[in-house]
């Protein structure tokens, strides 16, 4: 068989498959549906039977459904709600948190995380002592020894 009589088959054959929304051909019955489905089909194919969440195509479904199983390894930094994957913790925080701060009592620094405010608090005021220096009185938080210079020195 010649290369333009295979190429004109070949043609032929991929006719016969043809998408009716976009008119795009193939080569196989199979190969016209999977598109169909994946480009134009709004339906969902994969329905997570946890969840109740569809999915178009099978990949998306399994990767979904092993997300389940999964030990939700990534807490919320303020609240006590856990996530299988880090990107989801992240939008949580993102949707649910982004008006919270953490105040530090002592000085009123402010943080978004309750991590950096304990870490704050680690490296600036644990073991940390104000001292007087009109009359050597220590305190351990800063606004009481502002508080103090204020009432009893100023």
């Known amino acids: 068989m010649s290369r333009n009589a295979r190429n004109n088959d070949k043609i032929q054959n991929q006719a016969k498959h043809v998408c009716e929304k976009c008119g795009k051909m193939f080569t196989s019955p199979s190969g016209r549906k999977d598109h169909f489905v994946r480009v134009h089909d709004d339906k969902p194919r994969y329905r997570c039977s946890t969840c109740s969440q569809g999915f178009m195509t099978r990949t998306l479904y399994l990767s979904h459904v092993l997300m389940h199983?999964?030990?939700k390894q990534y807490k919320c930094l303020k609240c006590p709600k856990r996530f299988a994957h880090k990107k989801d913790m992240k939008a949580h925080l993102k949707a649910k948190h982004t008006d919270d701060?953490?105040?530090?009592?002592?000085?009123e620094k402010v943080y978004k995380y309750e991590q950096g405010l304990r870490a704050h608090i680690q490296s600036v005021h644990v073991g940390k002592h104000f001292a007087c220096f009109m009359c050597s009185k220590t305190f351990s938080f800063q606004p009481n020894y502002l508080r103090h210079l204020k009432q009893k020195h100023l």
């Open 69 to 71: 199983g999964k030990d």
């Open 101 to 107: 701060h953490f105040k530090c009592e002592q000085c």
